[in-house]
C-alpha cells in the first residue's frame, strides 16, 4: 500500500515569513496530492491539491509543486499570518480504489 | 447544505461494550471513508467504500466493521471496545473516481476507558 511521509512535524515562522512542509510518497500509481488544514478541534478542509499531470499550482499566498519523478511534493505558503497557525496534512490517492492516504501533519506556529 | 454528518460528536465506553458510529452525507458522493486520528499519527485509514456495495480494509482495520447501507450512508461498528480504539473518529466523503477533494465529518471523539 501507500506509505506517505511528511516533514517538518513542527513548524514555527515569524508572521510574514514563508513556510515550506515536504512529502513523499511510495505508490507510482498515486496521480492525485490534496493539502488538508485542520484547525484545533475542528474537521480537515482541503486548502489546495494537485494532479500529477502539473508540475505547480498556485492560489493566492498558497503554491504546491510536484516532483513524480522524485515523489516528492511540498506545500509553500508565503506571507505567513497568524490565522495560518494549524496542523496541516498531505495526502496521496490513486483512482484505484479511491482510498486517500495521509502523512503524519505538520504543526505550524505563525508568531505575531 | 449539511455536507457530511456524523453521530456521536462524544462518547464513553467501557471496555468490551459496543457501539456503532453513523455517517450520512448529502452530496451524491460515490466513495466514503472511516478515518481514525491519533496524536502524532495522522489520519489513519479503516475502511472504506469506493462505491455503493463495495467495502475495503484500509491500514488499521483490526477491531472495526463497515456497513454501506446505501449511498448515503457509512457505518463503523466496534464490536468489543478497547482502550487501544481512543481517539477521534472522521469519516469522509469523495465523488470517487477520479480523485477529488474529499470532506470530512465533524469527528467523533471516543474514549474508552
Known amino acids: 500500500g501507500e506509505n506517505v511521509e511528511q516533514h517538518p512535524s513542527t513548524l514555527s515562522v515569524q508572521e510574514g515569513d514563508s513556510a515550506v512542509i515536504k512529502c513523499t510518497y511510495s505508490d507510482s500509481a498515486s496521480n492525485y496530492f490534496p493539502w488538508y488544514k485542520q484547525e484545533l478541534g475542528k474537521r480537515p478542509q482541503l486548502i489546495i491539491d494537485i494532479r500529477s499531470n502539473v508540475g505547480e499550482k498556485k492560489d493566492q499566498r498558497i503554491a504546491v509543486t510536484l516532483n513524480k519523478t522524485a515523489k516528492h511534493f511540498s506545500l509553500h505558503i508565503t506571507e505567513t499570518q497568524p490565522e495560518d497557525s494549524a496542523v496541516y496534512f498531505c495526502a496521496a490517492s490513486r483512482n484505484a480504489g479511491n482510498q486517500f492516504y495521509f502523512g503524519t501533519g505538520t504543526s505550524l506556529t505563525v508568531i505575531p | 447544505n449539511a455536507g457530511v454528518t456524523q453521530t456521536p460528536k462524544f462518547q464513553v465506553l467501557k471496555t468490551g461494550q459496543s457501539m456503532t458510529l453513523q455517517c450520512a452525507q448529502d452530496?451524491?458522493?460515490?466513495?466514503m471513508y472511516w478515518y481514525r486520528q491519533d496524536p502524532g499519527m495522522g489520519l489513519r485509514l479503516i475502511y472504506y467504500s469506493a462505491s455503493e456495495g463495495t467495502t475495503d480494509k484500509g491500514e488499521v482495520p483490526n477491531g472495526y466493521n463497515v456497513s454501506r447501507l446505501n449511498k448515503r450512508e457509512f457505518s463503523l461498528r466496534l464490536e468489543s471496545a478497547a482502550p487501544s480504539q481512543t481517539s477521534v473518529y472522521f469519516c469522509?466523503?469523495?465523488?470517487?473516481?477520479?480523485?477529488?477533494?474529499?470532506?470530512f465529518g465533524q469527528g467523533t471523539r471516543l474514549t474508552v476507558v
Open positions: 452530496m451524491n458522493h460515490n466513495s
Open positions: 469522509a466523503s469523495s465523488v470517487g473516481s477520479p480523485n477529488t477533494e474529499a470532506f
